[in-house]
């Protein structure tokens, strides 16, 4: 169980254009959902936390006006990056978090987004 | 805000020696989260330790959760080439508004040498 899918797995594109990351729970609800971006060799920094069916609580530092998260149903979230550009090239990891078990709250993650702007 | 610091950032063992990383966080943690990922691939669940000064193994990986819950550590035995890649250790805040965000640590990158 617990299994992340995301999607695409990789994805090109012109600058200027908005490109949109999909992240499904396959197995399981998830009422929330996190947003993650990694650069090489580097940690994962939390963007924003998904909330299905509420608006997404960003973290300082991120424009919600340029990353869009849209979590319309238990097990999907959305991510846009709108009018991309280069500098925002990057690993583009998504997460779910469990409703079960005495541990509360182990995320899975999706296999990840590799986002290149030209 | 909550800080993670783990160590080393890298470390270098050929096949069979011993392995640490360690975890600190700046405030006390409801529970901590350790991940692997692979060169290329997205973190794995490790394991999660929830209560103070707890210790579990997996095979040839043993956790350790502080007494404070403040810090954790994975030690690996023997390592293997399979053990490459780069292990993070993720903090759940201890109650208040921002439960469930995990606060990832540097990431300690293993190498092992045949």
């Known amino acids: 169980g617990a299994v992340v899918s995301q999607h695409p797995s990789r994805v090109i594109c012109k600058s200027g254009t908005s490109v949109k990351i999909e992240c499904r729970s396959l197995?399981?609800?998830?009422?929330?959902m996190f947003w993650y971006r990694q650069f090489p060799k580097k940690s994962l920094m939390l963007m924003a936390t998904?909330?299905?069916?509420?608006?997404?609580?960003?973290e300082q530092g991120v424009e919600k006006d340029k990353f869009l998260i849209n979590h319309a149903s238990l097990t999907l979230s959305t991510l846009t990056v709108t009018s991309a550009h280069p500098e925002d090239s990057s690993f583009y990891i998504c997460?779910?978090?469990?409703?079960?078990?005495?541990?509360?709250?182990?995320?899975?993650f999706g296999p990840g987004t590799r986002l290149t702007v030209l | 805000g909550q800080q993670v610091m783990q160590i080393p950032q890298y470390q270098h063992v050929q096949e069979g020696e011993d392995f640490t990383t360690y975890c600190n966080s700046s405030?006390?943690?409801?529970?901590i989260q350790w991940y692997k990922q692979r060169p290329g691939g997205h973190p794995v669940f490790l394991i999660q330790?929830?209560?103070?000064?707890e210790v579990k193994k997996q095979k040839r990986l043993t956790f350790q959760f502080g007494e404070a819950k403040k810090n954790s550590s994975l030690h690996i035995t023997a390592t293997q080439t399979t053990d490459v890649g780069t292990y993070f250790c993720?903090?759940?805040?201890?109650?208040?508004?921002?439960?469930?965000?995990?606060?990832f640590g540097q990431g300690t990158i293993l190498t092992v040498h045949p």
């Open positions: 997460s779910a978090r469990t409703p079960w078990g005495d541990s509360t709250d182990t995320q899975y």
């Open positions: 197995d399981f609800q998830a009422t929330t």
């Open positions: 998904s909330n299905e069916g509420s608006k997404a609580t960003y």
């Open positions: 405030t006390t943690l409801s529970n």
């Open positions: 330790l929830v209560k103070s000064g």
């Open positions: 993720a903090g759940n805040n201890a109650g208040g508004t921002s439960y469930g965000k995990l606060t």
